[in-house]
């Protein structure tokens, strides 16, 4: 199983245009990704409001996993995409 | 009756509403539903599969069809539409709504509280997040609907220019009406400072509210609506309409000879300004021809938060908010919270009477620590911007409150500390009040509420709330004539400023500054143009011999000049 950290760069969190751009992409990947955020639970990372509820503002750390071929480009790919303000572009 | 663009039946009918944001529009009707809720006591379903299915559908049809609607808008409009449409989507809401079916729930209900489950957990996170739970209510109202069989709530999908009717408009509908496209609104529910008359006045879209039997009026009927004289009239024949054009015409030709301050026609400054009430506002109106802010509503910093907002993030708004206007003043109401609009990390309970309770300043006095990392906050974005800022308390009563703000202002290094004048106690004792500050900004729409006794959100109540009303001008003469005898400027922030002979009055009665919705300060430019001070004062003497509000909108009408009045 593939697991990535990382650091939430959108000024405003994850939530809105991020959460929803985040969520596209890891729709598109076509494997089970997960997100998670303390610890807690994760949360199925196809869902926005899941994503939404993790409640992750700017400069926390969420951690990805995910099984199957290609999962580690896949991660590669989600973790390039969070780490990027997605608010100001 | 002539040719019409649109087919009429029925004989043309003027309905007399109120009109809160100027213009003229003539169009077919889009009425907008209300919003949908599940059926009392909804029965269980018999086959869980096929209800499952039944709001799997519903969810889709929503997506579907707010992607639709996403093609037909604005950029930021199109994000919002296409987030919702992801949220309609969402594997969650079905499985939580399949959870709710199998408790016992009809389909209807169990869509509900599917969505009221995330809904908490957003209201819970509180900032941004709690900002996306009407956009969630939203979807989830489209299911019921769509379940349910009956209309989706909201505004239709519509491609001609058209006239927007609701019993009232919810700011996220606001928030998406394509302005190209809306080209007037009417609301048979409403008042004058109604959320509805504060956007479209905004937006520069010509309003009326107050309209009886508006949304009975079938969809597709022609109507011609004047954001001035608050009149509709349904199915009207084209000469009226060709009227209402032709004065649409003729005004915006007498607008765009006048640019600049704002001054009488004998050169008497008076300051035209504008009421915004967040950072986008202040874009849009920082670009506009006018002098600065004389209402920045400071609310939106705090309704959301579920934590007190830090100086950090309130200089950061403030900054953005100050910044459009360069060197041009921007008078900044402090927090105006209370058990009406609560706060959720300083309630201090409901209260029986909230427009008389704890609120304003009077909140600020038990809750120090937050005006102070307001004003904090303010002083430094003031500094970093150079904007001229200026700061308010809402809900000023006595000398006493107003010493009290004045120091607080000050101590935070804002060189200039005002009050609103608002309660009839405060107008009444302006000399005494002003004396320990530096200028007082008269709040028309809470001072009538108060002199009046008659509650600004009774919609019913809406004569009563007339700013004409001759009592109210009493006070707000008062009011004036305490400013002058210690020399402080009073100006007026209310709604009532941005009416083009009111604000004449205004003027007599020794107001030095107009604060409105921004579309209305051409129009307010041009009257002041084409009257001295004299005759200002001569306009407020005749609105005061009036025995009544309507006598006294018709001897100022009769008295004006009629350079303005044809226009109107």
Known sequence: MATRTVTIASAVGLHARPASLFVEAATNTGLDVEISKDGDDPVDATSILGVMALGAKHGEEVTLTADGDGADEALDSLVALLSRDLDSE | ?568
């Open chain 2, 1 to 568: 009756m002539s040719s019409s663009e649109t087919q009429t039946v029925a004989p043309p009918e003027t309905r007399q509403g109120i009109g809160v944001s100027p213009g003229t529009a003539y169009g077919p009707v889009v009425q907008v539903s209300p919003p949908v809720r599940p059926p009392r006591n909804e029965p269980a379903v018999d086959d869980q599969d096929a209800a499952l299915s039944d709001i799997r559908a519903a969810f889709e049809a929503v997506a579907v069809s707010l992607e639709q609607r996403a093609t037909l808008v604005d950029d930021t409009a199109q994000q919002i539409l296409k987030a919702t449409a992801l949220m309609a989507r969402d594997k969650g809401l079905v499985k939580a709504s399949a959870k709710e079916l199998a408790a016992g729930h009809g389909r209807a209900t169990s869509i509900d509280l599917a969505i009221e489950t995330f809904a908490a957990k957003f209201d819970a996170l509180g900032g941004y997040f709690a900002e996306r739970v009407a956009d969630l209510r939203d979807v989830g109202s489209r299911a019921v609907a769509a379940v349910l069989g009956v209309p989706a709530p909201g505004v239709p999908a519509f491609t001609e220019p058209s006239v927007i009717v609701a019993e009232d408009l919810a700011p996220a509908e606001t928030a998406t009406l394509d302005r190209s496209r809306v080209i007037g609104i009417i609301t048979e529910a409403g008042g004058r400072t109604s959320h509805t008359a504060i956007l479209a006045a905004q937006m520069g879209i010509p309003a009326v509210v107050q309209l009886v039997g508006a949304t009975s009026i079938p969809v597709g009927t022609a109507v011609a609506l004047d954001g001035d004289s608050g009149e509709v009239t349904i199915a009207p024949d084209m000469e009226l309409v060709s009227q209402q054009r032709e004065r649409a015409a003729r005004r915006s030709e007498a607008l765009s000879h006048l640019s600049g301050a704002g001054a009488t026609s004998d050169g008497h400054a008076v300051a035209l300004l504008a009421n915004i009430g967040g950072v986008e506002d202040a874009v849009s109106a920082g670009a506009l021809d006018l002098e600065g802010v004389g209402l920045f509503r400071t609310e939106f910093v705090f309704l959301s938060a579920t934590t007190a907002p830090t100086v950090q993030e309130q200089t950061e708004i403030y900054r953005g908010v100050f910044a459009p206007f360069g060197g041009r003043r921007v008078v900044v109401r402090t927090l105006d919270a209370g058990a009406d609009k609560p706060l959720k990390f300083a309630d201090l309970g409901p209260e029986e009477n909230p427009a008389l309770g704890r609120r304003g300043l009077r909140l600020s006095a038990e809750q120090p620590d937050l005006l102070d990392a307001q004003l904090e906050a303010l002083g430094i974005a003031a500094r970093e911007t150079g904007a001229d800022v200026r700061v308010m308390a809402p809900m000023v009563a006595t000398a006493e409150e107003a010493a009290w703000f004045a120091r607080r202002v000050r101590d935070n290094g804002l060189p200039k500390a005002g009050v609103m004048i608002e309660v009839p106690g405060a107008a009444l004792r302006s000399r005494h009040v002003l004396e320990e500050v530096d200028f007082g900004s008269l709040g028309t729409n809470d001072l009538a509420q108060y002199t009046m006794a008659a509650d600004r959100m009774q919609g019913a109540l809406s004569d009563l709330l007339d700013p004409w009303q001759p009592a109210v001008l009493d006070v707000v003469a008062a009011a004036c004539e305490g400013a002058a005898a210690v020399d402080r400027p009073i100006g007026v922030c209310g709604e009532s400023a941005g009416d083009p002979l009111l604000a004449l009055v205004l003027v007599g009665l020794g107001v030095s500054s107009l604060s409105m919705a921004p579309s209305k300060v051409p129009v307010v430019r041009l009257a002041l143009s084409l009257h001295s001070v004299a005759e200002c004062q001569t306009l407020a003497a005749a609105a005061r011999a009036a025995r009544t509000a309507g006598d006294a909108l018709t001897a100022v009408r009769d008295a004006a000049r009629s350079e303005l009045t044809t226009l109107l």
